[in-house]
Antibody
Framework: QVQLVQSGSELKKPGASVKVSCEAS????????INWIRQAPGQGPEWMGW????????TYAQAFTGRFVFSLDTSVSTAYLQISSLKAEDTAVYFC?????????????WGRGTLVTVSS | QAVLTQPPSVSGTPGQRVTISCSGS????????VSWYQQLPGAAPKVLIF???QRASGVPDRFSGSKSGTSASLAISGLQSEDEADYYC????????????FGSGTTVTVL
């Protein structure tokens, strides 16, 4: 069965970096794009962008350029989200989600989320 | 600030039918399909509806979706206690170089 397993919660100080992993199983990793979605406390989801698992090419939403980097290690079917120069406002749950194949844009499988807390 | 607008909350008694609206624009809902997600407390969102009105695998037929112009709706008929959750609509905005957008979210309460 399809699973996206994310790394555990992180507590970081402002200015530090964090790397969240998303390990896929149960399907051919390179056939489906991975999207990243942020959900701040008490807020709705916010789309951060996506990465092509075929080419490794990332696309970032405007609000997530500069400090956010999507990457892959296809040898272990894992996608990564790295955030540098962390700020308090980066405190959120970060989800990876598989973009369903075909022409209808939606996410058919999600990771359970990784809570990143930024606090001094 | 979410791009798609939803009512903050809706409520109903068991067995009732409730609907959740999702209002967008010509660049998102008006030109692309809508999906709906259910998020139980502390859990990841789960797709209910995609392509405006297609139920995802395993989703009860009590859930249905529709779209008209720049708005979409999710209906839950025969409301059950386990339907208490947050619901979000989502759509692609723009064309190839566009972006994904989500709704502001609606909390469904079963009275």
């Amino acid at each position: 069965q399809v699973q996206l397993v994310q790394s555990g919660s992180e507590l970081k100080k402002p200015g530090a970096s964090v790397k969240v992993s998303c390990e896929a199983s149960g399907y051919t990793f390179t056939k489906y794009a991975i999207n990243w979605i942020r959900q701040a406390p008490g807020q709705g989801p916010e789309w951060m962008g996506w990465i092509s698992t075929k080419t490794g090419n990332p696309t970032y939403a405007q609000a997530f350029t500069g400090r956010f980097v999507f990457s892959l290690d296809t040898s272990v079917s894992t996608a990564y989200l790295q955030i540098s120069s962390l700020k308090a406002e980066d405190t959120a749950v970060y989800f990876c989600a598989r973009e369903a194949g075909g022409l209808i844009w939606h996410f058919d499988f999600w990771g359970r989320g990784t809570l990143v807390t930024v606090s001094s | 600030q979410a791009v798609l607008t939803q009512p903050p909350s809706v409520s109903g008694t068991p067995g009732q039918r409730v609907t959740i609206s999702c209002s967008g624009s010509s660049s998102n809902i008006g030109s692309n399909t809508v999906s709906w997600y259910q998020q139980l407390p502390g859990a990841a969102p789960k797709v209910l509806i995609f392509g405006n009105n297609q139920r995802a695998s395993g989703v009860p037929d009590r859930f249905s979706g529709s779209k008209s112009g720049t708005s979409a709706s999710l209906a839950i008929s025969g409301l059950q206690s386990e339907d208490e959750a947050d619901y979000y609509c989502a759509a692609w905005e723009g064309s190839m170089n566009g972006r994904g957008v989500f709704g502001s979210g609606t909390t469904v309460t079963v009275l």
